[in-house]
Nanobody, 132 residues
Framework: QVQPVESGGGLVQAGGSLRLSCTVS????????MAWFRQAPGKEREFVAA?????????YYADSVKGRFTISRDNAKNAVYLQMNSLKPEDTAVYYCATEGGQWSDLYMSARYYLPNEYQYWGQGTQVTVSS
């Protein structure tokens, strides 16, 4: 059974930092692309960041987080991370880790990474609250 599990959420003041972690069991982790999405109350789930399989050399970011958030992966630990700096109140949301399951080529990912329906497996989410 494939199960992404997020951790690291919490309450932080505006301008602060948090680091989210996601571990995945049930798949060969190095073979899978990973992404972070978020959903604020009353809003659609939105793309945050994504990273390709194996090397993790290809990363993608939503415009709203570019320059503040960094996605990375550690294949030895079966983990993907989201370092969030300069947090803003509008970053408040439940953050979800997702994976496509190991089917994507880098070319396919380059066109699809931001689409939530393209991801097969999702974690339960972790709450991030940024106070002003």
């Amino acid at each position: 059974q494939v199960q992404p599990v997020e951790s690291g959420g919490g309450l932080v003041q505006a301008g602060g930092s948090l680091r989210l972690s996601c571990t995945v069991s049930g798949l060969a982790f190095r073979n899978i692309a990973m992404a972070w999405f978020r959903q604020a109350p009353g809003k659609e789930r939105e793309f945050v960041a994504a990273i390709n399989a194996w090397s993790g050399r290809n990363t993608y970011y939503a415009d709203s987080v570019k320059g503040r958030f960094t996605i990375s992966r550690d294949n030895a630990k079966n983990a993907v991370y989201l370092q969030m700096n300069s947090l803003k109140p509008e970053d408040t949301a439940v953050y979800y880790c997702a994976t496509e399951g190991g089917q994507w080529s880098d070319l396919y990912m380059s066109a699809r990474y931001y689409l939530p329906n393209e991801y097969q497996y999702w974690g339960q989410g972790t709450q991030v609250t940024v106070s002003s």
